[in-house]
């Protein structure tokens, strides 16, 4: 009685039966389609023949046709000349990102970072001078240009009128603004008294001085707010230099709970106004 194989279902004739001619063909068709789907498979893959030795590298030259290149042909291929090279499990010690440096390319890095005639990275060749000169150019009111943003110093002094306001220093100039500063006696009025209502509070006489705009440069368009609290008089006085214009040359403020105003009209101007006698 005939049996089949195990993988191809091939027909076995028993050994008491006579050979079939038929069935030989029909296993040989089986047998030679099997073949064929190897054959199939196989297209595509690497030879072993084409194995290659240490330090070569096996490179695709064509649709299923390859070829061995040594270290030194990869890397000519790669324009990187003679540039040494590191073996991968030496990589993260102290040496490497040293490995790839030598004359001929540091020469090379050299040249083209001291070209001045076109612009890095500018595909159309933009020259340098031309470069320059558009980023140097500054927005102003009637032009377009570069913008810088303004410091909180500026910002807070009302300079830099093309400069742009950061919110930190938007945040300083409306904190600028209001405010109620105490003062005990005579004093000398300082940078953060500006834009503030100043009450004095003094059971004596006391002098309010305003110093030149050399010792503290208070921007045009101050206004500096006094209230007498107390029962002494506020005087104010002007430091060497400093012009205090009032009417009728007015300089103290007209009793308790009275207030009189400051306000810089040019570098070293101030005009007072309010109750005074």
Known sequence: MSTNTTNYNLVKPGLNE????????????????????????????????????????????????????????????????SAAYTNSNTYATAAQGTKADNAATQAALNTHLSDTTTAHGINNKLNVS??????????????????????????????????????????AKIADYGGIVGKSGSCTIVASDRNKVVYVDSVTASTVTIPANATVAFPVGTQITFLQSNVGTVTFAPAS?????????????????????????????????????
């Open 18 to 81: 006579t050979a079939d001619i038929e069935v030989i063909n029909q296993n040989m068709d089986i047998i030679d389609s099997g073949l064929k789907n190897v054959s199939d498979k196989a297209d595509g893959k690497i030879s072993k023949s084409l194995a290659t030795a240490a330090n070569q590298f096996l490179l695709s030259s064509a649709v299923g046709q390859f070829v061995v290149k040594t270290v030194d042909e990869i890397k000519s291929l790669l324009g990187l000349g």
């Open 130 to 171: 031309t470069y320059n000169a558009h980023i140097a150019v500054s927005a102003t009111e009637g032009a377009q240009g570069h913008v810088q943003l303004a410091t909180s110093a500026e910002a807070l002094a009302g300079i830099a009128a093309y400069k742009a306001v950061t919110p930190i220093g938007l945040e």
């Open 241 to 277: 230099g400093v012009v205090l214009a009032s009417k009728d040359t007015k300089r103290t403020i007209d009793g308790l709970y009275a207030s009189s105003t400051l306000i810089k009209t040019s570098t070293d101007t101030w005009f007072l106004i309010g109750a005074l006698k």
